[in-house]
């Protein structure tokens, strides 16, 4: 066989006076978490969840803060009225408006409006959005009237209500009243001159027996104000333009002044000149429900946050004791886990509510009620890790150089499975949520003195005028459903990114 030559001038060394070294890497090193987060970024679900989930907390931390109302300011009056804001209601836009729809209403209600309208100046009626015919007897025949539906403005549409004064706070109004030239004291109007027919506050013209309106020879109404100055306190302050002077503006009743006050006007004056601004409207105590879902919120990621940790502190030490040793303390403490398992949640906070919160708080005893079966399913998931990475051969090494049994659990197998350990305890947390919100919607458990609220306690409330205010039930549904929406897939999207392996399946 013959070769070919290759002439020697072809041939170098490559290696030739060059000292051998290994080389830095030209990329930088990146650690298990960084490569985490990496693959985490690629799931563009579960990035969305994550900004609308900071966005979330953002809600509940600065909600509260930002309100025009503390959680512990209820209005009285104001209970389960809509979204108003008075800046915008008057651009006619069309929202936030505080409109209600109110059906079938005849001649005696629209001259009740048109009453409330002409003394406060502020029109209740927003619009006519339909009316039809219908049959009423009168004297004997059925004859055909019109009724209309109408959209009110449920702020304006309180009017004029009757309210008892300390002399002091009757002068201090007056005092306002002077400096701002706003209208709240009205002149009063005594039972007797509206027929006795009712307390209602917004009828201060004449009227028959029956309410209706009875109107001079022009459609006017008949102003029936009190000109009796032996019964009324004294009064030294702007007057209604049609006063000729001589009305009186209130009723010495029990050493105080009975007054007819502008409920709207009387609102301004105790939140020094604002007027009412409930974004999302108010709820069944008459609370801001635009900052109740933010102290609600605050308090059940605070609450879930805590259970979770404390959960994860027990049954990641009970859970490594089990994998790790294994045999008859793992059997125990299996065995000791099912019976635990098996007494009922519900059970549990209904016990723990009527028994030890009278010695730990209602906050101590529900944290209670949570911990005592809460930490079952993390310590599942520590055992399994540790059965998963007990026999690796690092394990078997370390333990071969003398290294003791708690340096192998909590230094070598433990750090190893702290990614599972971690995903799960964010998915622990919208269940901890859940659970709250459950208990407190039922009524087992109230927080309200010790939170202001929750969200279960909104929904609950909501839930009670679902057909009349449905907005008191919308806005807690939707925080309650986005946050346990992006807590899942916050959660699902972390499982994912630390176990690419298990990627779609509980791990």
């Known amino acids: ?91 006619n836009l069309g929202i936030l408006d505080g409109s209600r729809i109110f059906r079938s209403q005849n001649d005696v209600s629209m001259n009740s409006w048109r009453g409330i309208a002409e003394e406060t100046g502020m029109d209740p ?107 009324a306190a004294p009064y030294n302050s702007i007057r209604i333009p049609s006063d000729p002077g001589n009305y009186i503006y209130s009723f010495i009743r029990s050493g105080a002044a009975e007054c007819r006050i502008n409920y709207y006007n009387y609102f301004r004056y105790l939140h020094d000149g604002g007027e009412p601004s409930y974004i999302m409207g108010t709820n069944a105590l008459g609370q801001d429900i635009f900052c109740g879902i933010g102290v609600g919120a605050r308090f059940s990621i605070l609450f879930a946050i805590l259970v979770s940790a404390i959960n994860l502190t027990i049954g990641a030490f009970y859970g490594a004791v089990e994998g790790y040793y294994g045999g008859w303390v793992d059997m ?19 016990l723990f509510q009527l028994h030890l919160a009278q010695k730990v708080g209602v906050v101590g005893s529900f944290l209670f009620a949570f911990v005592l079966t809460g930490w079952i399913g993390m310590a599942a998931l520590t055992r399994r890790q540790f059965y998963r990475f007990k026999g690796q051969e690092f394990i078997l090494a ?84 986005l946050l346990m929406i992006c807590f899942n897939l916050f959660g699902n999207g972390l499982r994912d990114a630390f176990n690419p392996t298990t990627r779609g399946i509980d791990d």
Request: aromatic share 10%; proline share 4%; net charge neutral.
């Open 125 to 231: 009626v927003l619009g006519v959005v339909g009316t039809h015919e219908t049959q009423v007897k009168y004297r004997g025949q059925m004859v055909t009237r019109l009724v209309y539906d109408l959209e009110i403005n449920a702020y304006y549409a309180i009017g004029i209500v009757y309210q008892v004064l300390p002399f002091a706070e009757y002068e201090k109004i007056q005092a306002w009243q002077n400096e701002t030239g706003i209208q709240v004291i009205y002149p009063y109007v005594e039972r007797k001159d509206i027929s006795d027919i009712s307390d209602n506050a917004n009828l201060w013209y004449k009227v028959d027996s029956k309410g209706a309106a009875q109107l001079d020879a022009d459609g006017n109404f008949i102003p029936v104000y009190s000109t009796r100055e032996e019964i």
């Open 398 to 481: 370390a333990r071969t150089l003398g290294a003791s049994d708690k340096r192998l659990m909590f230094k070598h197998i433990f750090p190893n499975g702290i990614g599972s350990i971690i995903t799960s305890c964010a998915l622990v947390i919208p269940g901890v949520i859940s659970s709250e919100t459950s208990m407190t919607y039922l009524g087992i458990v109230d927080l309200t003195t010790y939170a202001g609220t929750t969200i279960g306690t909104l929904l609950s409330q909501g839930n009670a005028v679902v057909t009349t205010a449905p907005h008191a039930m919308l806005y807690p549904s939707i925080f309650l459903g």
């Open 332 to 350: 125990t403490l299996e065995r000791i886990s099912d019976i635990l398992s098996g007494v009922p949640f519900i059970v549990v906070t209904t």
């Open 1 to 91: 066989m013959e070769y070919e030559k290759i002439p020697a001038e072809q041939f170098r060394f490559v290696q030739k006076d060059e000292s051998l070294h290994d080389k830095a890497l030209q990329t930088k090193a990146r650690g298990f978490f960084a490569d985490a987060m990496i693959r985490f970024g690629k799931n563009k679900s579960s990035v969305i969840a994550t900004v609308i989930l900071l966005l979330l907390i953002l809600y509940s931390i600065f909600a509260p803060i930002i309100s025009v109302y503390d959680i512990q300011e209820k209005d009285k009056l104001y209970v389960n009225y809509p979204p108003f804001v008075a800046s915008v209601a008057k651009k």
